[in-house]
T-cell receptor, first 113, second 109 residues
Framework: DAGITQSPRHKVTETGTPVTLRCHQT?????MYWYRQDPGHGLRLIHY???????DKGEVSDGYSVSRSKTEDFLLTLESATSSQTSVYFC????????????FGPGTRLTVT | GIQVEQSPPDLILQEGANSTLRCNFS?????LQWFHQNPWGQLINLFY?????KQNGRLSATTVATERYSLLYISSSQTTDSGVYFC???????????WGAGTKLIIKP
């Protein structure tokens, strides 16, 4: 199994508070991704990174920001959490963009009350 | 944008049965992957298969890129095969994995 951890695994927070989720990898893969999973939607890409300090938006990036200061860490921040951001968040990694599989972390269940 | 459709949406089988899951996509793709999400939520990579056929134990997958579909075969089903099976594709021009809605598989003992 690819070495991917996410923290925290579960979090309950109040509307309007900032939240940061962390993804850590030990594989030295170039690409890292944040997805959210909601019932009836499968997974949707929030942001991805193709190197240190290199990030780009995905399909559902509004309300989220990311940072990658080290190869192994990719942070997802909700500046002011809303109830619509209640979801399960998955981090994924891949060695490169084309021709390589994505491997997923265990997920973080976030509830915004 | 590209559409990814999976069928059937739900499937209930007895242990030992065989099954075929289908993934149709509406455009040429760079990459196609099959994943299994187990009942505990973990996403497990099954196959990276933009074209051709691959086999791994009781599971095999075939992608016919020219006809824009992929099939996942599960033989001699076990209760541990239960969960949701997703296919995901990405395009040549814009790298984002686009996911189907999944097939929920329940294997009864």
């Amino acid at each position: 199994d690819a070495g991917i951890t996410q923290s925290p695994r579960h979090k309950v927070t109040e509307t309007g508070t900032p939240v940061t989720l962390r993804c850590h990898q030990t594989e030295n893969h170039r690409y890292m991704y944040w997805y959210r999973q909601d019932p009836g939607h499968g997974l949707r890409l929030i942001h991805y990174s193709y190197g240190v300090k290199d990030t780009d938006k995905g399909e559902v990036s509004d309300g989220y920001s990311v940072s990658r200061s080290k190869t192994e860490d990719f942070l997802l921040t909700l500046e002011s959490a809303t109830s619509s951001q209640t979801s399960v968040y998955f981090c994924a990694i891949s060695k490169d963009r084309v021709g390589y599989e994505q491997y997923f972390g265990p997920g973080t269940r976030l509830t915004v009350t | 944008g590209i559409q990814v459709e999976q069928s059937p949406p739900d499937l209930i089988l007895q242990e030992g049965a065989n099954s075929t899951l289908r993934c149709n996509f509406s455009d040429s793709v760079n990459n196609l992957q099959w994943f299994h999400q187990n009942p505990w939520g973990q996403l497990i990579n099954l196959f990276y298969i933009p074209s051709g056929t691959k086999q791994n134990g009781r599971l095999s997958a075939t992608t016919v890129a020219t006809e824009r579909y992929s099939l996942l075969y599960i033989s001699s089903s076990q209760t541990t095969d239960s969960g949701v099976y997703f296919c995901a594709v990405d395009l040549d021009s814009n790298y984002q994995l686009i996911w189907g809605a999944g097939t929920k598989l329940i294997i009864k003992p």
